[in-house]
């Protein structure tokens, strides 16, 4: 007897040996238990998912000697023939090669016979998307109302291609992709029950290659099997054999990534050719892998999200990703729009470089959240008159220059101190002329007091030298015995100044029966939302300085009436939102401290 191939030799043959489909298989053996099977049954899914297999299994259900029954005996005359493919009263017909209208008029008439031996004629037409219209148009009437004796099933892989008339006469089961998992654990019992020991990642490794279909890997693993002249079948074996790249690879690259390794990444492509891989291939590889890393930090529980084996999932999951979430959604971004590029340039292995380079270029960044939080903590070791607003005004080293006769500072070199605490030489291109004497834009250097603070909006080069030493009056506390919602902004603005700047220009309405309610001032929702996120904070502050609980309700702000004359006039153009929006004093100080670049200003 000649060899036959695992797909064949280990066909279910019971709706319990069917693998990933029990929403198929438990409805139709409920069905066949309760006597209500439908005369017209329509299986549809991916290749190789077990839609002829579930019509032979049904078949043999119906026409078992034991039966109508669930579990078919397969030891009787009917059930021996349908496994053999040479029973008389069950018909399988290729829709491919048997389309026209005059092949489908006889079986028409053949239908209204009897059966055989068999209590159903069953007609099992696979790939039935491919008959004709005018056979379909053939078959409708018999399809509608066939004899008792009569069970169509029909199969197929496009059922978009199918009438929609065929369709409503049809109960139709939808099959779909099996799991990894559950092909992989197939695949490791099949070699043991041929003799051969093979891993858990080679196993996986063939089922992701097979893309969901168990006829495919069942190939794959008869092929594999075939070339192995020992019991053991290592993983590179099964590499070499099956031309497949070795997962390690794509997760170095992108190790190397999240690294900006670029050395790397050139190595590695350069391996990657040698080795004979398709660079297509191999950036497909790279798409799934970003998508795969994303799941797996998104979401505890993958199961459902995407087709995983539990030994990738351990080294996702192991895998340092710097930044958040959103840094893997820009890089997967990125390698979906370059696609194109590795489709259908000439040069593939140049476009995969220079787009692997590209996602070094990506930085990850920092959510708003995180830097607000950072924002508060710098403020709280800060000296809150110094926090009102930036303050780039230098101040001189106590170092005073000489004066010249005119009584003006005379220096070639000077540093100076900014607010931003770094020092900055300001070299002088080219020294004053001694008859033209500079003009006095400033108060002499040997009136400046350093150590004091100038308040630059009240500061007048006018005034006498001797008010010009003006330093920013300190606000007043509140009485010891009085708890007043401004000392509580006073003491937010100490510990949180995020806060204490919103609630500042917010107008408390009223305070009472242990209720602040406050409304914000114009139609800010970040502000709103911000607020609103911490309302539990600031109640807790509120019972600290108050001595007794308060409940915060924050209203939503109003919205300023607009006035088309007004706004023509102002000239409230997008970009020059956006350019106010960029020049805004804290943007401008949290790109300072953070060192960051503003992307994109989105109006709402």
């Known amino acids: 007897m000649s060899y036959r191939v695992l797909a064949l030799k280990y066909r279910p043959q019971t709706f319990q040996?069917?693998?990933?489909?029990?929403?198929?298989?438990?409805?139709?053996?409920?069905?066949?238990?309760?006597?209500?099977?439908?005369?017209?049954?329509?299986?549809?899914?991916?290749?190789?998912?077990?839609?002829?297999?579930?019509?032979?299994?049904?078949?043999?259900?119906?026409?078992?000697?034991?039966?109508?029954?669930?579990?078919?005996?397969?030891?009787?005359?009917?059930?021996?023939?349908?496994?053999?493919?040479?029973?008389?009263?069950?018909?399988?017909?290729?829709?491919?090669?048997?389309?026209?209208?005059?092949?489908?008029?006889?079986?028409?008439?053949?239908?209204?016979?009897?059966?055989?031996?068999?209590?159903?004629?069953?007609?099992?037409?696979?790939?039935?998307?491919?008959?004709?219209?005018?056979?379909?148009?053939?078959?409708?009437?018999?399809?509608?109302?066939?004899?008792?004796?009569?069970?169509?099933?029909?199969?197929?892989?496009?059922?978009?291609?199918?009438?929609?008339?065929?369709?409503?006469?049809?109960?139709?089961?939808?099959?779909?992709?099996?799991?990894?998992?559950?092909?992989?654990?197939?695949?490791?019992?099949?070699?043991?029950?041929?003799?051969?020991?093979?891993?858990?990642?080679?196993?996986?490794?063939?089922?992701?290659?097979?893309?969901?279909?168990?006829?495919?890997?069942?190939?794959?693993?008869?092929?594999?099997?075939?070339?192995?002249?020992?019991?053991?079948?290592?993983?590179?074996?099964?590499?070499?054999?099956?031309?497949?790249?070795?997962?390690?690879?794509?997760?170095?690259?992108?190790?190397?990534?999240?690294?900006?390794?670029?050395?790397?990444?050139?190595?590695?492509?350069?391996?990657?050719?040698?080795?004979?891989?398709?660079?297509?291939?191999?950036?497909?590889?790279?798409?799934?892998?970003?998508?795969?890393?994303?799941?797996?930090?998104?979401?505890?529980?993958?199961n459902n999200l995407s087709d995983i084996s539990a030994h990738d999932r351990e080294q996702l999951t192991a895998m340092v990703v710097p930044g958040s979430p959103v840094y893997l959604s820009q890089m997967l971004t990125l390698l979906l729009k370059e696609e194109s590029l590795i489709r259908f340039s000439s040069h593939t292995r140049t476009a995969l470089e220079t787009i692997l380079l590209q996602l070094i270029q990506i930085r990850p960044g920092t959510d708003m959240d995180t830097i607000l939080t950072r924002l508060d903590l710098l403020a709280r070791n800060i000296d809150p008159s110094q926090i009102s607003g930036p303050d780039l005004r230098p101040s001189l080293n106590k170092q005073t220059a000489p004066s010249d006769s005119h009584g003006t500072a005379c220096c070639n070199e000077r540093s100076i101190s900014y607010a931003d605490g770094g020092n900055h030489e300001d070299t002088m291109a080219k020294p004053q002329r001694e008859n033209q004497p500079a003009p006095d834009m400033s108060p002499p250097l040997s009136t400046w007091n350093t150590d004091e603070q100038i308040n630059p909006t009240t500061y007048d080069p006018g005034m006498p030298s001797s008010q010009k030493k003006t330093t920013v009056p300190a606000q007043a506390p509140p009485s010891s015995g009085e708890k007043t919602w401004e000392g509580f902004l006073g003491m937010l603005s100490s510990t949180s100044p995020s806060l204490g700047a919103i609630l500042s220009k917010a107008d408390c309405s009223d305070i009472q029966n242990h209720q602040i309610c406050v409304t914000l001032c114009g139609h800010n929702k970040f502000e709103l939302n911000r607020l609103q996120s911490k309302t539990k904070e600031i109640e807790g502050l509120c019972r600290n300085y108050f001595g007794e609980a308060h409940r915060l309700v924050v209203n939503e702000p109003i919205e300023p009436q607009s006035n088309p004359a007004f706004e023509a006039s102002e000239g409230t153009s997008p970009a020059k939102l956006k350019q106010e929006a960029m020049n805004h004093p804290l943007v401008t100080e949290a790109v300072n401290i953070f060192s960051g670049q503003i992307i994109d200003i989105q109006l709402k």
């Open 17 to 302: 040996d069917v693998i990933g489909q029990p929403h198929v298989t438990q409805t139709l053996s409920n069905a066949i238990l309760s006597r209500r099977v439908a005369h017209a049954i329509l299986f549809s899914g991916p290749r190789g998912t077990g839609k002829t297999s579930i019509a032979r299994i049904l078949a043999k259900a119906m026409n078992c000697k034991e039966g109508p029954i669930p579990v078919p005996c397969n030891v009787c005359r009917s059930c021996t023939a349908i496994t053999s493919g040479n029973a008389a009263d069950v018909f399988e017909i290729d829709g491919a090669s048997n389309n026209s209208v005059d092949q489908i008029r006889e079986l028409r008439e053949n239908v209204t016979y009897m059966p055989v031996s068999s209590p159903h004629k069953i007609y099992i037409i696979d790939e039935v998307h491919m008959l004709s219209t005018a056979a379909f148009n053939a078959l409708l009437k018999t399809l509608e109302e066939p004899p008792d004796h009569v069970l169509f099933i029909f199969a197929t892989t496009e059922p978009h291609k199918i009438p929609i008339t065929i369709l409503s006469r049809c109960q139709r089961h939808n099959l779909g992709r099996i799991g990894l998992t559950e092909i992989a654990n197939h695949l490791e019992w099949l070699a043991s029950q041929e003799g051969f020991t093979i891993s858990k990642e080679s196993c996986s490794l063939i089922a992701s290659e097979a893309d969901g279909s168990m006829r495919d890997s069942l190939s794959l693993l008869d092929r594999v099997i075939s070339s192995s002249t020992d019991t053991h079948i290592p993983h590179d074996h099964l590499l070499n054999n099956l031309g497949i790249i070795d997962k390690k690879i794509l997760f170095d690259m992108a190790s190397s990534v999240f690294k900006g390794d670029g050395s790397s990444i050139l190595h590695n492509i350069s391996r990657v050719r040698d080795l004979g891989f398709d660079l297509k291939k191999v950036y497909s590889g790279l798409v799934e892998l970003f998508r795969n890393l994303l799941v797996v930090k998104l979401c505890t529980d993958t």
